[in-house]
Each structure stands twice: as C-alpha cells, then as structure tokens.
C-alpha cells in the first residue's frame, strides 16, 4: 500500500539553526513527492515539488530512492518559517495523491 | 487557475443532528477531489476521494458519507453526528486528465471547522 510517513509531529528549532522535517514513502512505483505548507490562518498551499529541483524559500528537498526518503531541509531557519508541513506523494498514474501526518515546525527567536 | 470554493467556514452542531458540508470547484474539469479531516493535534487524515461523478472510495470507516452529485461538486454527509466527528474539514482537488508532473499539482479550500456539542 502507498504510504508517507512524518515520524515526527513536533519539530522545534532556534531561529538561524538548520532544519530537516522528515519524509519517508512506501510505493512500489515511481514516486513523486512534494512538500506543503499551511502557514497560520492560511491555506494549505504547494512548497516545492522533487521533479523541479527547486529552492523555495531557502527549503530544499532531495529524492533518495534508496532509503524511500524526501526529507525537507534548510540551513538557517527563520520565525516566519513556523508552519504546518505535509509530505505528499502523488501516484502518477492513478492521479491520486496520500499526505503525511504533517509536522508542526516552531521556529524559535 | 483552479479554486475551491468550501462552505461554512466554521459550523456548531449538536449529537445526533446531521451534517452536509459542500465543496465546489471552479477552473478546471473531471478534477479528483478529497475530503480530509484534520483532528486536534493530528495530521491531515483521508476520508474520502472521487474521481468522477458518483464514484466515491472511502478510505475509513466512520459516521460520515460523501457524494459527488456534479463533476465541480463534492458533498460530505452525516446522519448524526458524533462529538468525536469535532476536527477541521478540508476540500482539496487535483487535476484530473492528462496533466505532466508539474501540474499535478493539490488545490484545497479554506476549510470547515467542525464543532459537535
């Protein structure tokens, strides 16, 4: 079964600390993966995707295959970074798409 | 670019009373669209998707049922409620027919937060 694991609910960093909210999918085919975010009274919007290759707000995410990992990354956090994250992954073909749990990062002054 | 449009933002329900939330969808068609709830402290939780005019795949059992009545509208139902069914609602879509990876991209609503007193 297709499945995107958040292992943690609850992330909490200092503002200028590096950051990684943890992703890990179950899918026997060829994944795409993306990152949401919902930021505090707004709605769930599209952060970046795996297949642009692309920084977006100084996050970044890379594929590994090997360990079914998306893991969200960034060097220097910031307060305004504090957010719910989703992993997602979208079945290309059933154009169907299953979320993670989500992680509540809190970026701290 | 596609919207949705979802409705009521913020509902207070007694037990046992029944419960429709509406979500439709504007600038794009045969989308597959999702309801999901999301519980106090919980992540996103797939309830329901459609990827067409009366097909509905559930993916919990549970108090609640959808329709799909219209290819732009998408229907979460409940006959009673339960205070258990309290949590926020979100509609999300995603765009149906043929689109590349970089347009496989989730649209959602606002949201209906849900309050079962």
């Known amino acids: 079964a297709q499945r995107v694991t958040q292992p943690e609910k609850l992330l909490s960093v200092f503002k200028g600390a590096p950051v990684e909210l943890k992703c890990n999918y179950s899918?026997?085919?060829?994944?795409?993966l993306f990152w949401y975010v919902q930021y505090s009274r707004q709605r769930l919007q599209l952060l970046l995707r795996h297949i642009s290759r692309e920084s977006i707000k100084g996050f970044t995410a890379d594929l590994n295959k090997g360990e079914t990992s998306f893991h969200l990354k960034k060097p220097f956090a910031q307060e305004e970074d504090s957010a719910m994250y989703y992993c997602?992954?979208?079945?290309?073909?059933?154009?169907?798409?299953?979320f993670g749990a989500g992680t509540r990062l809190t970026v701290k002054p | 670019s596609q919207t949705i449009h979802q409705w009521p933002a913020t509902l207070v329900q007694p037990v046992g009373s029944p419960l429709s939330l509406e979500c439709t969808v504007e600038g794009t068609s045969n989308p597959n669209l999702y309801w999901y709830r999301q519980a106090a402290g919980r992540g996103l939780q797939l309830l329901f998707y459609?990827?067409?005019?009366?097909?509905i795949s559930s993916e919990v059992p549970q108090n609640l049922s959808a329709s799909r009545p219209q290819d732009r509208q998408f229907i979460l139902s409940s006959k009673k409620l339960l205070l258990s069914d309290s949590g926020f609602y979100l509609c999300a879509g995603l765009r149906g027919g043929q689109g590349s990876f970089l347009e496989t991209e989730a649209f959602f609503g606002q949201g209906t937060r849900l309050t079962v007193v």
């Open positions: 997602a992954l979208s079945l290309y073909n059933n154009n169907d798409m299953r």
């Open positions: 899918y026997s085919g060829s994944p795409e």
């Open positions: 459609s990827v067409g005019i009366g097909q």
